[in-house]
T-cell receptor, first 114, second 112 residues
Framework: GAVVSQHPSWVICKSGTSVKIECRSLDFQATTMFWYRQFPKQSLMLMATSNEGSKATYEQGVEKDKFLINHASLTLSTLTVTSAHPEDSSFYIC??????????FGPGTRLTVT | SQQGEEDPQALSIQEGENATMNCSYKTSINNLQWYRQNSGRGLVHLILIRSNEREKHSGRLRVTLDTSKKSSSLLITASRAADTASYFCASSYNTNAGKSTFGDGTTLTVKP
């Protein structure tokens, strides 16, 4: 299957700082990528849909000014958590949509805000 | 809100036994996908089954889809300790731009 990478794998930051997470599709072009967050022992919750060349579509309840998404190219989407707080600590996972509607997931980024 | 529901929430079996997990959804789907997730890791895509398909196989995995009951099942045969993980179904709906809605997952423990 296709390969999606995320960087960094884990990050610890101080409250009030911003953190950028990258999601790359390594061997295919993805016009659509998705960002999820997952709390321990829970399922994935979709945060937003990232479309190349246009604004992201956010799910209800997700603050667009706090979670900035940029899909600058067909292989790269970034999620920036601005002014991070401890409650933003979570596992963030991206996925890229393939031609046949399947989704390929990145390995995830564990964010801890102290 | 999450529309997928999975049962059981947790399942513990002995190595060599079969494991069956079920997933239900609420509205018409384009496709349904099963994923596996090891603790603290990303998701691994297992099988995609389309709305016009009833059964698919991949190695020791068998997925069925019953659109009349709006349900799907994942069967793992001859389980191994390495199959220990959480398993999620994700349904993709006709009108939501390719988004997938995840079930709550089934935590499978295979005892050696």
């Amino acid at each position: 299957g296709a390969v999606v990478s995320q960087h960094p794998s884990w990050v610890i930051c101080k409250s009030g700082t911003s953190v950028k997470i990258e999601c790359r599709s390594l061997d295919f072009q993805a016009t659509t990528m998705f960002w999820y967050r997952q709390f321990p022992k829970q399922s994935l919750m979709l945060m937003a849909t990232s479309n190349e060349g246009s604004k992201a579509t956010y799910e209800q309840g997700v603050e667009k000014d706090k979670f900035l998404i940029n899909h600058a190219s067909l292989t790269l989407s970034t999620l920036t958590v601005t002014s991070a707080h401890p409650e933003d600590s979570s596992f963030y996972i991206c996925s890229a949509r393939g031609r046949l509607e399947e989704q390929y997931f990145g390995p995830g980024t564990r964010l801890t805000v102290t | 809100s999450q529309q997928g529901e999975e049962d059981p929430q947790a399942l513990s079996i002995q190595e060599g036994e079969n494991a069956t997990m079920n997933c239900s959804y609420k509205t018409s789907i384009n496709n349904l996908q099963w994923y596996r997730q090891n603790s603290g890791r990303g998701l691994v895509h297992l099988i995609l089954i389309r709305s016009n398909e009833r059964e698919k196989h991949s190695g020791r995995l068998r997925v069925t889809l019953d659109t009349s009951k709006k349900s799907s099942s994942l069967l793992i045969t001859a389980s191994r300790a390495a199959d220990t993980a959480s398993y999620f179904c994700a349904s993709s709906y006709n009108t939501n731009a390719g988004k997938s809605t995840f079930g709550d997952g089934t935590t499978l423990t295979v005892k050696p």
